[in-house]
Nanobody, 129 residues
Framework: QGQLVESGGGLTQAGGSLRLSCAAS????????MGWFRQTPGKEREFVAG????????????YYADSVKGRFTISRDNAKNTVYLQMTSLKPEDTAVYYC??????????????????WGQGTQVTVSS
């Protein structure tokens, strides 16, 4: 069973930056779409960013929630089995537990958490004002 492990969360001030990493246990995940979600207490898990699998191409497509567009950047390095989320200009409302997820269906990137097959354990991001 494949595993995803997030790291890089922590505490920062508003306007600061953090980079989250999601390490996959094996190369199977290079064939999957990957996404970052976040969740705060009492709320549903929400889509933050997604990146398509590359297949035989050397490029991939990225997708972002409107709330993070222009501030967050998702990328993947298949050679390292790792997906990254670079977060800049952080705001207090970005405070949440961030989860990495993998979707093995293919097709279009989904913004729905229920579609994703594999999840990491989550990493806390706290942005102080």
């Amino acid at each position: 069973q494949g595993q995803l492990v997030e790291s890089g969360g922590g505490l920062t001030q508003a306007g600061g930056s953090l980079r989250l990493s999601c390490a996959a246990s094996d190369r199977t995940f290079e064939n999957y779409h990957m996404g970052w979600f976040r969740q705060t207490p009492g709320k549903e898990r929400e889509f933050v960013a997604g990146v398509t699998w590359t297949g035989s191409r050397t490029y991939y497509r990225t997708y972002y929630a409107d709330s993070v567009k222009g501030r967050f950047t998702i990328s993947r390095d298949n050679a390292k089995n790792t997906v990254y989320l670079q977060m800049t200009s952080l705001k207090p409302e970005d405070t949440a537990v961030y989860y990495c997820a993998a979707d093995k269906r293919g097709g279009s990137i989904s913004y729905l958490a229920s579609v994703y097959d594999y999840w990491g354990q989550g990493t806390q991001v706290t942005v102080s004002s």
